[in-house]
């Protein structure tokens, strides 16, 4: 599960509640990721995605009360794969990504690695 370069994917998690984000973060690194950033709202978010360009991220799908869309619309302008991470059951808003994976939160570690192996692949 690693890049041509034998490196760990990295991984961008974009989540406003910072328990979460920490422990979403431990979740990915106890599984070989390396996380690259933790991203609290829109504006962070898609000039991480920008600045950092990880493999792949975990979107959760309100940030501070805006929808992620941005994001995801940036992750995709730049074929970055991405796993939505969201308490809500089902995608809110002006999200039009409904065929990326979605993962209900509180995460279940394993269907969130899976999903994530999944994008990277």
């Known amino acids: 599960m690693s890049d041509s370069n034998d490196r760990p994917p990295r991984i961008l998690i974009v989540e406003d509640e910072m328990i979460l984000a920490m422990d979403l973060e431990q979740i990915l690194q106890d599984h070989g990721f390396d996380v690259v950033g933790v991203s609290p709202?829109?504006?962070r978010a898609v000039q991480a995605v920008t600045t950092l360009r990880p493999g792949a991220a975990?979107?959760?799908l309100n940030l501070r009360g805006q929808s992620s869309a941005p994001v995801a619309d940036a992750l995709r302008g730049l074929g970055i794969?991405?796993?939505?991470?969201?308490g809500y059951t089902e995608f809110i808003g002006d999200f039009d990504f409904q065929?990326?994976?979605f993962v209900r939160k509180p995460v279940a570690t394993e269907?969130?690695?899976?999903k994530l192996r999944q994008v990277l692949t």
Do not use: H, K, Q, R
């Open 99 to 101: 065929d990326a994976p």
């Open 81 to 86: 794969p991405f796993v939505v991470a969201s």
């Open 41 to 43: 709202s829109v504006e």
């Open 111 to 114: 269907e969130l690695i899976a």
């Open 58 to 60: 975990t979107l959760d």
